[in-house]
């Protein structure tokens, strides 16, 4: 995934009337053995960051090696688990984060362009007891977001 300035998307792309921004992002790091806990405060961070609630996200992914890190993001957040990870998740197609994140971002993209644009969250795990998350918006073709 290249990240460029606007101005050079045209170089980059063979979708021009796709544009997606980055948000926000965050980082969180977790007392020894509450790993599920710490994608959720990684998500609140990149949530601030943004200037968006939750109930302004419209796709959600995870990397969750573990279904209990979803279980413990819906209760804390008030997401419907149901809603998370439309095409699968990690614990279908692996486990490394880097290459997981990655898939699972461009999923996310995908998503949304397919929905006309709008905003998507995507938080995970890592090396234990951290993680990090990041907002997007994808504005459709007209150049409008729904966020």
């Not at 939750?54 to 209760?75: C, M, Y």
């Not at 998507?120 to 090396?127: I, K, N, Q, S």
Request: net charge neutral; charged share 20%.
């Amino acid at each position: 995934m290249i990240v460029v300035a606007k101005d050079r998307v045209s170089d980059f792309t063979t979708e021009p009337g796709i544009e997606v921004r980055i948000l926000g992002f965050g980082q969180a790091r977790e007392r020894h053995a509450y790993m599920p806990a710490a994608p959720v405060k990684a998500a609140r961070r990149a949530l601030d960051a943004a200037g968006l609630s939750v109930d302004r996200i419209d796709v959600f992914k995870s990397h969750n090696p573990f279904v209990v890190n979803d279980i413990v993001f819906a209760r804390e957040t008030g997401v419907d688990a149901a809603k998370m990870n439309n095409y699968g998740c990690s614990l279908v197609f692996g486990h490394p984060q880097g290459p997981t994140g990655l898939r699972l971002l461009i999923e996310m993209i995908e998503e949304l362009a397919i929905r006309g644009g709008g905003t998507g969250l995507f938080h995970g795990c890592a090396a234990g007891d951290t993680a990090m998350a990041v907002v997007l918006s994808v504005a459709d073709r007209r150049g409008q977001t729904r966020a």
